[in-house]
């Protein structure tokens, strides 16, 4: 029997509906969970209740907790009518994703949903949840089966002085082993006085005195108490990655630790609870910024100083300033030989760190040795003055420097000082003391910033032919001309064209990615091959993709004769005196009806065509808040510990975003926020968490951005106007296994400006209409999208801060097309889960037709015949099924967006010779003799695939063997059975053939034979191809 408990406290609830009218009916809440029902005790004449009672369920699967649901109903029963009638109030269901330890568990709100379709609700029921597997607490007792009578004992609820408090949870991280990394989970006691003092202290503020007139449930509550029982040691479970016996199901409730978990954060515009802001009564100036929690700074501008006194025997002035606030430090950058200098930089100080009550802005000379004093100001930061936007900027003012014995001295600077937030228009250009860099480092590679990837085109050369190619002396030998044509890095070539005369033709389409600004050159070279791996050139052509033609339909685009140069020949009188000249017939466009594909295809961010022209309209806003981080893994080791200096990019359309980097802690909080606008709901957006490799200490080289993990949000899966306010897991495979890096906080709004437009939208093509008109085959999108991929890695790689390569490709899944035997068993998975509805639809027709519930197959019977006779209720029975159906699962929906599922990507069960697999580049550098044994086993493998895909095709290819005369007797038997059919359809209602063999195929038991029917005997002796294949 598992020790795994779910524990809820019921609190109090507020502003609840009064059924009765006057408020006189009593209340209670009854909770459901695992087949499991309590209830506390019935609170009279009060609208607000207060219980303070808690419950514990125990859960008989661990490893299915994410799957279960937490009921909780608020009834009202009416006592003064002497009967048990009860009448919903509202209730709450909260998913088993949400259940977190102890150590993470908060009092929170829950709105009340309605009981039923036709019932009310109002207010909300504070509960307090939490898992714990403290062997020392018993489960609470057996569920209830009639309505409670009341007792006169409440102090059994709450747990006595000398018990023990419920038992903390904790995860610790990282533990790296010779062996590979692996998770490991710490179950530490909470047997310390300290912990135990803590926990009551928390306890007590719960719990008050219950008036005499109300009377708890006496359903066995003394078996919920927590008895006093020595304390248990520590125990260390291990979360081995995956394969061994190890594996993640000796964890108690491993996937809580990999799911999703909701959130009420206080964001800018109120507390989110169940999806809704709730403004605050003292906010009521309205920010754009409402979705991360306000962040509140201390901003120092320096502009610029004037008249400032000559530090040198030469009388030159090398000045910068210094913005000093306790132990945080910023630095301009200097000038040389200038009393004038003009800065303009914006420096920022956490006010949650501030670490001294003075600012100071010093302005210093630059010596090689030790810089001078020049003269500073000084601020008390109680006399600093808050803005917030809307409000204009504040303006800077001239500032007399002081020596430091605080007098007066030559010399001004203007500077602007003043608290603001991150909704300040400063404060994405501004230097940060929370994201400070190492020292022979600029803070351009720490600041957030905005990319936007350039458009994209398609590239099509129609290669048609060549004419008079000029060839070498050995003009009798047989020609093999081959059109090469190379744009930037993209080289492809032609098929081979033999011919015996000087020209040849193809008439080829060849596709390439090109991108805004058209810099490029379009060369196409007239290649002979005169040996293996020699081409000799034999012209050649230089297009400008500035003046090649665009197209954004399907017209045709005239082809053109372009004169080809000889190799070496560059000079242009030298041209003028050919009387003859090869030439080459081209048809080059660039392709502006197409999307650019640059993503994998199953997760696409974007599906609008390359021309402006073809957009339409946008449909809603994506607003996304990057709130923080917790509990991320070390990347690096600095000073003698591990830390991480992250920074978080999210991708949506050709829109990028970067946020700030924060350096040096394992816990960064961002709080910056981002909108897109949205053209189609079947979008993803994705956002990655990265390690900075270009923050090193001094003495160190810098290194690649490391992953940390990511998330994909599909926009279709977003409730219009909700604020989506959740925790992510951060999952990276190793090549030792699945590892959590940590967790990402995001709050998510999609705003719809036009619900009618965005329904229309479903019935409009996914893709642009050329994708339709004129498709691309799969090997072409293939190979294009590398290079679309690699195009947008170099342009952005090239900005300031740069978004490298490795952060492009792994926001992109660049290599997500590479095999990997964990995928497919995936996929094969997935296709089952598909498939699986049909094969329990069989199970069930099975089960009907073997009578194994007489009632249930005397009611198909029932209504078959009714459908045989009246044919056309068919389509309406089925659509309303499906109705009902969809009804059904509406109460069952989900209710937050889906994320990272390491079952479904068979991350946890996969062996660690597949991932080692996986992660093993093309071409391979493992052991011979291990490349051989995975290429024995990928050929087992696709033996297996192989015999399937025969045996489908052989029972294809007896079904055409029925009129072929490969076998003339069975032809001979299948036409005069076709023979008898016609006659008999013809004489007997066809109703009547339906109904017979349908009650045929029902039939009873009693009236089967075990052996195949004569059909089935018939069909498999007919032949096969088998036969002929070698």
């Keep these: ?234 125990q260390i479970r291990q979360m081995y990655p995956g394969g061994g016996g190890g594996g993640p199901s000796s964890n108690a409730f491993p996937s809580s630790e990999f799911s999703l978990k909701e959130t009420s954060p206080f964001l800018g515009g109120g507390q989110v609870v169940g999806g809704r802001v709730r403004r605050r009564s003292d906010n009521n100036r309205s920010s754009i910024y409402d979705l991360v929690e306000p962040m509140h700074f201390l901003f120092v501008r320096v502009v610029k100083a004037r008249d400032l006194p000559s530090m040198d025997i030469t009388g030159s002035l090398d000045p910068f300033v210094e913005v000093r606030l306790g132990n945080y430090k910023g630095v301009t950058r200097h000038f040389e030989k200038n009393q004038n200098p003009e800065w303009n930089a914006v420096f920022t100080f956490a006010r949650d760190r501030l670490q001294a009550s003075t ?53 001004e600077v203007m500077l602007a000082v003043w608290f603001g937030t991150q909704a300040d228009e400063a404060f994405s250009e501004a230097w940060h003391s929370d994201a400070a860099a190492p020292l022979d480092h600029t803070s351009s590679i720490i600041r957030s910033k905005v990319y936007h990837s350039p458009r994209l085109w398609y590239l099509r050369v129609n290669v048609i032919e060549v004419q008079d190619a000029v060839v070498g002396p050995e003009r009798n030998r047989i020609l093999n001309l081959h059109v090469k044509v190379q744009l930037g890095n993209q080289v492809l070539r032609t098929k081979t ?30 290649e002979d091959r005169v040996g293996p791996n020699k081409e000799e050139v034999l012209g050649k052509v230089l297009l400008p993709l500035g003046s090649v033609d665009r197209r954004l339909d399907d017209r045709m685009i005239q082809p053109r004769w372009f004169n080809l140069q000889k190799p070496s020949s560059n000079d242009v009188e030298e041209k003028k005196k050919e ?74 359309g050709h829109k990028w975003v970067r946020t700030r980097t924060i350096t040096d802690n394992l816990n960064p909080k961002y709080n910056e926020q981002y909108s897109w606008e949205v053209y189609d709901p079947a979008t993803v957006l994705t956002v990655g968490v990265f390690d900075n490799g270009e923050i090193y200490d001094k003495g160190s080289g810098g290194e690649r951005d490391r992953k940390i993990g990511k998330v994909r949000i599909r926009i279709s899966t977003l409730e219009t ?70 195009i947008v890695a170099a342009r952005l790689s090239r900005a300031e801060p740069p978004l490298r390569r490795e952060v492009i490709e792994y926001m992109t899944d660049a290599d997500s097309h590479f095999w990997s035997m964990r995928r497919s068993k995936a996929n094969f998975f997935r296709l089952m889960a598909v498939f699986s509805c049909f094969v329990g639809a069989g199970r069930w027709f099975g089960d009907v037709c073997s009578w194994k519930n007489s009632l249930t197959t005397v009611l198909v019977h029932v209504l078959f015949t009714l459908l045989i006779h009246s044919p056309q209720l068919i389509l309406p029975t089925l659509c309303l099924y499906l109705f009902i159906i969809g009804a059904w699962n509406y109460r069952i929906r989900p209710m937050y967006p889906p994320h990272m599922n390491i079952k479904l990507s068979c991350a946890d069960t996969t062996h660690p010779d597949e991932l080692d697999e996986e992660f093993d580049g093309v071409p391979s550098n493992r052991h011979p003799d291990l490349v051989r044994m995975r290429y024995d086993r990928l050929r087992i493998v696709a033996g297996r695939i192989q015999t399937l895909v025969g045996d489908i095709a052989s029972q294809g290819e007896r079904v055409q063997a029925l009129l072929s005369w490969r076998d003339p007797r069975a032809t001979a038997v299948f036409m005069a059975l076709c023979a008898a059919a016609a006659l008999v359809l013809y004489i007997v209602p066809f109703q009547i053939l339906v109904n017979l063999a349908g009650f045929y195929a029902m039939r009873h038991p009693r009236f089967r034979q075990r052996l195949p029917s004569a059909m089935l005997n018939f069909f498999r002796r007919l032949p096969a191809k088998t036969d002929s294949m070698l």
């Design 721 to 790: 106007g909700r604020v989506y306010t959740h925790s992510y897991p951060l999952l990276v495979l190793h090549p030792a296994g699945v590892k959590k890096m940590g967790e990402l906080h995001l709050a998510i709004r999609f705003s719809c400006t036009s619900m009618l437009n965005m329904v229309h939208l479903y019935a409009r093509p996914l893709l642009p209409k050329m994708h339709y008109k004129m498709p691309l085959s799969m090997p072409q999108l293939d190979k294009l999208r590398p290079q679309a991929v690699s």
């Design 579 to 652: 009387k003859f000249a090869s030439r080459i017939h081209l048809r080059v466009c660039l392709e502006g009806g197409y999307h650019v594909l640059d993503e994998s295809t199953h997760y696409s961010s974007d599906l609008r065509p390359t021309a402006k022209q073809l957009w339409k309209p946008p449909i809603g806003v994506l607003e996304l808040g990057i709130l923080n981080a917790d509990a991320l893994s070390p990347m690096k080791i600095r000073n003698g510990h591990g830390t991480c200096d992250t920074f978080c990019v999210a991708k949506y």
């Design 1 to 234: 029997m598992s020790n795994v408990k779910l524990v809820v406290e019921v609190v109090r609830a507020h502003n609840l509906i009064a059924k009765d009218g006057h408020g006189s009916s009593g209340i209670f809440v009854e909770l459901i969970f695992d087949d499991q029902t309590f209830r506390t005790t019935i609170k009279d004449k009060d609208l607000d209740p207060y219980w303070s009672e808690t419950f514990y369920f125990n859960i008989s699967n661990p490893n299915k907790l994410h799957d279960l649901t937490l009921e909780a109903h608020v009834y009202s029963i009416n006592r003064l009518s002497g009967s048990d009638s009860r009448s919903s109030l509202g209730k709450v269901r909260i998913d088993g994703t949400s259940f977190v330890p102890f150590s993470d568990a908060v009092l929170f709100n829950y709105p009340l949903e309605k009981g039923s379709i036709f019932s009310r609700a109002r207010g909300e029921l504070a509960l307090k949840l939490f898992i714990t597997d403290d062997p020392s607490i018993r489960n609470s007792a057996a569920p209830v089966s009639s309505f409670p009578e009341a007792s006169s004992s409440y102090s059994s609820l709450q747990p006595s002085s000398e018990e023990s408090p419920v038992e903390k949870v904790a995860e610790e991280l990282n533990k790296a082993t010779k062996g590979g990394l692996m998770r490991m989970l710490h179950d530490i006691s909470s047997s310390s006085n300290s912990n135990s003092n803590a926990q009551k202290q928390q306890l007590q503020p719960q719990q008050r005195p219950l008036p005499s007139q109300q009377q708890p449930l006496g359903v066995g509550v003394d078996e919920m108490r927590m008895r006093p029982q020595p304390p248990p040691p520590q």
């Design 497 to 526: 064209a033999p011919t015996q005369t000087s020209n040849a033709s193809w008439n080829e389409d060849i596709m390439f990615v090109a991108a805004e600004p058209f810099d490029d050159l379009l060369v196409l070279s007239v």
């Design 359 to 411: 600012l100071e802005v010093v302005v210093k000379d630059k010596d090689m040795v030790k810089d001078d004093f020049v003269g500073g100001v000084r601020f008390e930061l109680h006399d600093i003055p808050m803005r917030v936007p809307p409000d204009s900027p504040l303006a800077p003012e001239w500032y007399r420097l002081e020596d430091k014995k605080g007098e007066k001295r030559r010399g």
